[in-house]
């Protein structure tokens, strides 16, 4: 037990001026960390506590799914990133720690980085340390600090520079036994978010930078979330944005026949859908096609869409480009012939079409049939433009951003959003990185394969804000019982007293026996205050103990998630506690 007194629970009255959400409000007033700077926590010591409960429940579960943990560096050779698949995107968000610059020891030191994340170093280890099929599978997990140099760090811990991860790295003979692992992997997630009291939903989610074949996040839902969630109830479909697909265009859709020629017409000034909509031209924006041209990999290409829809941009990512970007008007005219607001993929149209390393059209043109689109001449378009018949299309894909309302692709049902944060994230790698690091194995013919991986990751801070975000009133938090930093709070408001205090120590002593964390108020505090505090610490159950009571012999016992105090008559009060404790303990870990 530990007495509030000597302990250290700096609790606050105002919130920080840089707290824009109540998850972030509530970890400052509670005592829970104190900012350093932009992304930057000290975890005070209530904070620690649930840090490091969240993180040995992770731990449990990530066991029970057949983790192995250990612990890699936090400062990466840089030569590691080099030699993986992704350097030029990763470079971006890793915090450097060469000794170039003022502090340069010699010009051969090698430049370091803080890790982002670990596929760089495990993968290798692995390719030294596992040679054969016998000493497959295995899955290492490490629970530490992730460095990620966050363009708009905010909201407290839920965007942060310097975090806490749980990050998981699976390695199989085989696709069937991967999928085997990502399977344990996702259960022992669904456990691990049980477990500590939060509600998730696993979504299908885009793979980005990483690659690979296929992933979920886990999302709490939450008004201030980052991330945008498809979905519909009945079905049980369920996507993030980047990934969201809707049975928009039907699957039995015939291609419309050509109507006239191709014809070209003057559009003085006219460079946006908006505008050709207007009159005179009155082109409904689904009646045109949008050109857009990006950068992959240092060579152009394009993407066809609806003039009424707009691109996902993540969804590009499928087309195997390690970096994209939109192309600047400059790079777009020498290659198409005309400035962005007058491109089209008209056959003959493009002045440099070899130059295109592609055009990917989005499957809802088909629905357009015959449209207007650009004629790649400034001030000029073209109408009657056939999809089949004329336009130049490397490939068809999904490339548009879904709406609500959509048809859900399962149940042909509308589509719902709503805001989600990403708590966790599984993915199933394949052999991008075994290939790059050479993490092969021979199997019982003497053949070597690469070892085909998954990756995992878990915010513990993220999700630790996260609990909050879900679980909170307008008094404070309101912490589930296996997240919070301690079970009991015993109030003592008379703590003068020494029967008072005696009392305390035994119920303590009761809630300890049966497998509760306590902090005993013992400060010389006003009662209103020390309500006030308890209130909004949140810590599950609350016993008062007060010379009043004590005189008619009976304590306060009262949940933080429920409005009515029940008195118990101080005979009884032990073994009441020790049965509350007890219920609360079965019923989170059910
Ligand atoms: P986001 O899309 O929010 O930037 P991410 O997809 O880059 O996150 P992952 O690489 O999948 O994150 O990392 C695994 C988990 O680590 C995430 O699900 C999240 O819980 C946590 N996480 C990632 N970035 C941060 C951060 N800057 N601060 C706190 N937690 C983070
Ligand atoms: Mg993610």
Redesign the pocket.
Known sequence: MKFWSQYFVPTLKESPADAEIASHKLLVRAGLVRKLSG?LYTYLPLGLRVMQKLAQICREEIERGGGIELAMPHLHPAENWQQGPRWPAAREIMFRADSSGEGKRSAHEPEFVLGP?HEEVITPLVKAEITSYRDLPKNFFQIGT?F?N?IR?RYG?????E?V?M?AYSFDVDDEHAIKSYHAMKAAYEAFYRRIGVHTIAVEADT?V?GGSFSH??MVPAEIG??DVIYNEQSGYAANRQKAMSALVPADLKDAPPEAAVEEFATPGIVTIAALEAAPYAVPADKQFKTLVYMGDGKPFAVILRGCDELEEAKLGALGFTLFRPATPEEIEPVMGAKPGSLGVVKGTIKNGAALAGVFADHAIRLVGNGTTGANKDGFHLRHVNVVRDLTITKFGDFRRVHPGEPDPKSGQPLQLRRGI????IFKLGTKYSEKYGAVFTDDQKQSHPMVMGCY???I???LQAIIEQSHDADGIVWPWNSAPFHVLVCVLDPQLPEAMDLAKKLATAAERAGADVLIDDRAERPGVKFKDADLVGIPLRLTIGGKGLKEGIIELKWRAQKDVAKIPLAEAEARIAAAVTGARSQANA
């Open positions: 992304g994340t992730k990620r966050e760090p811990l839920m965007r942060a520079r975090f991860m990050d980005g990483m996040e886990f980052d991330d990403e708590v966790g994230h990751g878990i915010g801070g993220r999700t």
